[in-house]
């Protein structure tokens, strides 16, 4: 797969994007952790989908978790 930006994506997209990223099934299980704190992914607590150049990666909207995904995002490499 190509690496593509994204800047955002609508709550009704995030099922078909994660379908193309081939993490719809890891999703719908609750095999999904936020990166920051570990908790369950689910379409309530969905804020952002990044990646740290190996992996793809998903954070929850717990304030402290958004400040860091943020952060995160900011990195130069």
Do not use: H, W
Request: net charge negative; with cysteine; proline share 1%.
């Amino acid at each position: 797969m190509s690496e593509k930006e994204i800047q955002a994506v609508y709550d009704e997209d995030l099922p078909k994007l994660l379908t193309d990223l081939g993490l719809k099934e890891d999703f719908d299980n609750g095999k999904i952790k936020c990166a920051f704190c570990g908790d369950t992914i689910t379409l309530e607590n969905f804020f952002s989908i990044f990646s740290d150049g190996e992996k793809i990666k998903f954070a929850c909207k717990r304030e402290d978790c958004r400040v860091k995904v943020s952060k995160e995002n900011g990195k130069s490499s």
